[in-house]
């Protein structure tokens, strides 16, 4: 009798993980989902947003990764997204991780579809480019935490991480270390949760070079409850339900029917199953968002400061902190769906709170509201962008954008064995390529230095 020695693929990692646990960051697959050339990017960016952009510089690849993150609670869950390479081994380049914006479809992501405007915008202009999918899109079939700090923060902090381990893995990719958040509407929410809680809880692995938050709820228990207790007519009520939805579910308050109407207790979850658009979520919800709450919810929460949802939005607020690197807040100052507000009290309070490289950014009413306001703000990013970003080449091994005896002094370090090269060191003190830092790289490098 023979022994079945076949193991299934499925049991196979099971196995391994088992006996090979994965830690956040740790990358599950990898796939190479398209190239573009430079004029590609340059032509459609053009007919995305039908204005002049500066002229593409690099071909780009879009890689997508699935890697592991985790819950507050501890729980070990995939998350996804892509990075997007400009194509040129010469260089070492900024990294800009770009959170996008409210999402109900699981798959309308880059991880799925590839190519978008904002990574074909910085991977074309020389920016390593990130764009998380988040928890509860991609491949994570959860309902999505919106807006919801810790989450958000920890799935795009997971992503950076796991993105150093994709380019230390390949000797054609390097990134140097500037790293620079930005994101619109509910992704300048998490900008910012991710930019707080870098600096919070992972100073001893990244430094935020800066952060380029736009349009964000950043006062989700103030600014925007204050709208939405007023009874104005709301254009986008999925937003109101998504949250509710998300927050009645992870803080485990009760159920759906303690706080929705019976009508919507049965419609809601449905419509947030990941399959339909906000559009169409918003044709079956009152333009007056409250009123999917029970009128007693409402009043209890309107009259009660310690009510459960209340502190909830309060833990969840981004605007009572000290950031420490640079923070640009952009916003449509006739923005009707996140009003101005938000980053208006985030700025205010920065400053009190010691702040001191913090810039609000207001845009005029009339260049419309939050969705037509929102290529201005991106134009605003990119020129900001531009204006503190660098690319590092071989031989600049002390990352200071010249080639000079300081880079040898560093060179000299790494070879005898009193420095501990960082990524970014090592690949730019190997300046024959061949693998190895040694006397011959000092050699190569002296022939510049000594030009007159």
């Not at 709820?217 to 937003?239: C, E, R, W």
């Not at 333009?287 to 919810?297: D, F, T």
């Not at 693998?435 to 490098?445: R, S, W, Y």
Request: include cysteine.
């Amino acid at each position: 009798m023979k022994t079945n020695k076949i193991i299934t693929s499925g049991l196979l990692i099971l196995l391994l993980g088992f006996f090979f646990p994965q830690e956040n960051g740790d990358i599950i697959e990898s796939e190479l989902l398209g190239t573009m050339t430079a004029s590609q990017v340059q032509s459609q960016l053009y007919s995305y947003f039908g204005i002049p952009f500066p002229d593409a510089i690099y071909d780009i690849s879009v890689y997508r990764v699935v890697y592991q993150t985790e819950f507050p609670d501890g729980e070990s869950i995939l998350a996804s997204g892509t990075i997007t390479i400009p194509q040129n081994d010469e260089f070492a380049f900024p990294v800009v991780s770009a959170q996008h914006g409210t999402e109900t479809v699981r798959n309308n992501v880059s991880s799925v579809y590839g190519f978008d405007a904002i990574n074909m915008w910085l991977g074309a202009y020389g920016y390593i480019t990130l764009e998380p999918d988040y928890i509860g899109l991609g491949v994570s079939q959860l309902l999505h935490p919106y807006h919801m700090a810790t989450p958000s923060s920890e799935s795009i902090i997971h992503m950076i991480r796991a993105s150093r381990y994709f380019c230390d893995d390949r000797n054609d990719i390097q990134y140097n270390n500037q790293l620079f958040l930005l994101g619109y509407s509910e992704g300048g929410y998490t900008t910012m949760a991710a930019h707080k809680s870098i600096e919070e809880n992972y100073a001893d692995e990244f430094n935020v070079t800066m952060s380029i938050p736009m349009a964000g709820a950043y006062s989700l228990s103030g600014v925007m409850v204050d709208m939405m207790l007023s009874g104005v007519t709301y254009s986008q009520p999925y937003y109101v339900a998504y949250i509710m939805l998300a927050y009645i579910q992870y803080y485990e308050d009760g159920n759906f029917q303690d706080y929705f109407t019976n009508y919507y207790t049965s419609l809601l979850p449905g419509l947030f199953d990941g399959t339909h658009p906000g559009w169409q979520i918003n044709s079956y919800l009152p333009s007056i968002p409250i009123n999917i709450l029970q009128p007693s919810v409402i009043d209890e929460f309107s009259q009660n400061d310690q009510h459960p949802l209340r502190l909830a939005l309060q833990n969840n607020d981004l605007y009572d902190w000290t950031p420490q690197a640079s923070v640009y807040l952009i916003h449509g100052m006739g923005d009707e769906v996140v009003p101005y507000e938000n980053s208006q009290l985030a700025y205010e309070i920065f400053l009190a709170n010691g702040a001191d490289d913090v810039h609000l950014i207001g845009l005029p009413a009339s260049l419309g509201g939050h969705g037509p306001v929102s290529v201005y703000c991106l134009l605003q990013a990119s020129t900001i962008l531009q204006n503190h970003s660098a690319t590092n080449i071989h031989g600049d091994v002390n990352g200071d954008l010249a080639i000079n005896v300081l880079d040898i002094v560093q060179m000299v370090a790494i070879i005898l064995g009193t420095h501990l090269p960082t990524s970014y060191e090592s690949w730019a003190a190997d300046v024959n390529w061949d693998g190895t830092v040694n006397v011959l790289d000092v050699v190569n490098i002296l022939g510049p230095i000594l030009e007159p």
